[in-house]
């Protein structure tokens, strides 16, 4: 009797703690302009390096599966304190997504000092990542408090793996009360991206101690995976969706149904009749896709929610408020300083500002600027090694993405808006705008070769293609910044020695 009473406590105030305080509008009237500061400036970031939105995307996994939505992965190590980021199964995250957030930290923070939670921040950028890749938006549920712990150890068994079969990644998923359609539609995300050879070359040679080949690949698709990924050679990356890998749409789960999954942990999402039937159902409607895929990414969001002492408003993400010893304390800094709306600017990007407009009251002393890429590698997307080899296939050439509005892309675009249902936070019932057609284009434009990065549609550019691994992808330029994005071999060699084959 004494046990249940407990449990139901600890049940009731879980869920208290979950889910309670959040709003879309928890900001609306302590800073006005924070949701829109913060997307237009993880947009720009987002816009000028390919690795932001799909890294930023995998982000927020990492930071909920562990301690909860807490900003806790941002927090770097201390001479005292080995943090979560430096975690083996952190290694691979991208520094790009952190510099992302950092810069949209301290833009929020130039106009309402000390209001808006780095945790809060990982949440809009994230939504924010699923729009720029053409996915679906939805209002994000605010009111995080920021963790004030951050433990490498903490993250162990935490971060689903690679090899997962679907009863180990349901019950990892289970475990933070996401069932198992969630983790379908939640794997989704790797619709976007790329994954190091590492995490899945063990299905290209050495299955098991009987069979060699992952016999749920597609024959040709394993030989393409093979090209990239040699026995021993240096860890390449592989786009999880080969067709479009920067296109944030249901196409994953086609290739799911063409035995095309990259990790053991996706095809194994078809294989299994559990969760086949929920794949089947995402791989023929996008739009039933968008609409959960907002819907699960509201629950993830909400993992966890910290309150009370338990969190704090950081001032500077990486490093937490006080107790710290690294901490220059910021004077007496305890409840944050909600600036009234009349004193901010309406102006959107607070670093323009002219030195003649006062600043919005910084009544305290902001932290000292964060120190950007720490010694960490700030790895870059692989354009696959330019091997001059002249394509076999006419290049896919995508069509111009949406082209943003410096001053306010998010807000410009007409990117679905999902209310979704969700009973978690007592929200009005669904209205949801079907997916403007900007977003559901059709298969991709067959085009000449071309490979020359500064021609083609939209000034974008070309990565090119590797015979019988995959034809030259076309990827345009004003939604994905003008260049190409950066050389493999930074991010291969300098994730190499780090990667332990299982990170999520
Ligand atoms: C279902 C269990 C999951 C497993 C086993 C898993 C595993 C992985 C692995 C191994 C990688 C490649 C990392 C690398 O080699 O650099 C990866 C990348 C990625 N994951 Fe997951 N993941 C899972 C769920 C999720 C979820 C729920 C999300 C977000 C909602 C997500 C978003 C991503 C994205 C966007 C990337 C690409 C990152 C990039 O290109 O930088 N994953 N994941
Ligand atoms: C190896 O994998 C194959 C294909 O999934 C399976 O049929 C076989 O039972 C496995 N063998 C071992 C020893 O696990």
């Keep these: 009797m004494h046990h249940l009473a407990y449990a139901l406590c600890l049940l009731i105030s879980f869920v208290s703690l979950s889910t309670a305080q959040l709003s879309p509008s928890f900001y609306s009237s302590s800073c006005p ?12 970031s987002a816009k000028k390096d390919n690795v932001v939105a799909p890294s930023t995307l995998r982000l927020i996994l990492h930071d909920c599966f562990v301690e909860g939505c807490d ?12 943090a979560e980021r430096d975690a083996p199964d952190n ?23 000390g209001v808006v939670s780095c945790a809060d921040i990982v949440a809009l950028a994230a939504r924010d990542s699923v729009v ?13 408090l920021d963790g004030r712990v951050s433990t490498a150890s903490s993250v162990t068994g935490r971060i689903p793996g690679a090899n997962l079969n679907a009863q180990q990644l349901t019950e990892n998923f289970g475990a933070l009360g996401l069932s198992l359609e969630e983790m379908v539609i939640l794997s989704g995300a790797h619709t976007v991206g790329f994954s190091h ?38 860890d390449n990356l592989f786009p999880f969706d080969v067709v479009s890998p920067f296109k944030f749409d249901n196409s994953y789960f086609q290739d799911l149904q063409s035995g095309q999954g990259v990790l053991f942990s996706d095809q194994v ?14 791989a023929g409607s996008q739009d039933t896709f968008f609409q959960k895929f907002a819907d699960a990414m509201i629950k993830m969001s909400a993992i966890g929610v910290k309150s009370g002492s338990d969190g704090e408003i950081r001032l500077d993400c990486t490093k937490v408020n006080s107790g710290s010893p690294k901490v220059s304390a910021p004077p007496v800094q305890q409840t944050p300083v909600p600036s009234p709306p009349v004193q901010q600017t309406p102006q959107v990007q607070p670093p323009q500002q002219t030195p003649l407009q006062p600043p919005p009251v910084p009544v305290q002393p902001l932290p000292p600027a964060p120190v950007l890429p720490p010694p960490s590698p700030v790895p870059n997307f692989p354009p696959p090694s330019p091997p001059i080899l002249p394509p076999p296939v006419a290049p896919v050439v995508f069509p111009p993405p949406p082209v943003f ?22 929200r009005p019932s669904p209205v949801l705008n079907p997916p403007s057609p900007v977003f559901n284009r059709p298969t991709p434009v067959e085009q000449p070769p071309n490979n020359d990065p500064s021609s083609g549609t939209g000034g ?3 990565i090119p293609g590797i015979p019988g691994l995959f034809p030259p992808i076309h990827v345009p330029g004003p939604g994905f910044g003008g260049g190409p994005p950066g050389s493999s071999t930074n991010k291969d060699s300098a994730n190499e020695g780090k990667l332990t084959g299982k990170q999520g």
Excluded: H, M
Aim: aromatic letters at 10%; charged letters at 10%; a positive charge.
């Design 71 to 82: 900003g806790s992965i941002l927090i770097s190590s201390t001479s005292g304190n080995k």
């Design 33 to 44: 302009q924070a949701v829109s500061t913060i997307s237009n400036t993880f947009l720009a």
């Design 132 to 144: 720029f890749l053409g996915g679906p938006s939805w209002e994000v549920p605010l009111g995080r």
């Design 91 to 113: 290694a691979n995250l991208p520094q790009n997504s952190f510099n992302a957030i950092i810069a949209a930290k301290q833009a929020v923070e130039a106009i309402c000092p």
């Design 269 to 282: 999402l078809f294989q299994d009749a559990s969760t086949r039937p929920t794949v089947e159902l995402l």
């Design 460 to 462: 974008g550019f070309t």
């Design 197 to 234: 050879c590492s995490q899945f070359k063990n299905r290209l040679y050495s299955f098991n101690s009987t069979v060699k080949v992952d016999p749920s690949l597609d024959p040709s698709f394993a030989q393409r995976l093979e090209n990239k990924c040699p026995a021993s050679g240096p």
């Design 405 to 426: 509005n410096p001053p306010s892309p998010v807000f410009n675009r007409p990117s679905p808006v999902f209310n979704p249902p969700s009973p978690v936070f007592n």
